[in-house]
């Protein structure tokens, strides 16, 4: 996936495949909530890196790609907590999870 890929998806907005989080320097919490959902129905893509302006109602400009501090320290922290009691079933592999520059 490409930065442009990742824009266009974001042009819809998110939706019941798409979610998009900030994570600036850690796994935000919610991002398990969202796992359990695609998990448990058709499956979806979890962005990190990406703030959402609540009060846009623009699509287009609601958005906006920020990235994260330390990519390396987020999919550590990742792997670690989706292979602990946390998540109740890893359902990804290393192919299913990257980082886009």
């Known amino acids: 996936m490409s930065k442009n890929d990742i824009k266009k998806l974001l042009q819809k907005g998110e939706r019941l495949t798409l979610e998009a ?38 699509l287009a400009k609601r ?16 792997w670690n907590t989706i292979n602990s009691n946390k998540v109740s079933n890893n359902i990804l592999t290393d192919s299913d999870v990257e980082v886009v520059e």
């Open 63 to 78: 958005f906006r790609i920020e990235g994260v501090e330390d990519a390396d320290k987020i999919l550590k922290d990742f």
């Open 21 to 58: 989080k900030l994570a600036k320097t850690d796994v935000p919490k919610s991002v398990w909530e969202s796992y359990s959902a695609f998990a448990n129905t058709m499956g979806g893509t979890i962005l990190l890196g990406v703030f959402e302006d609540m009060k846009e109602k623009d």
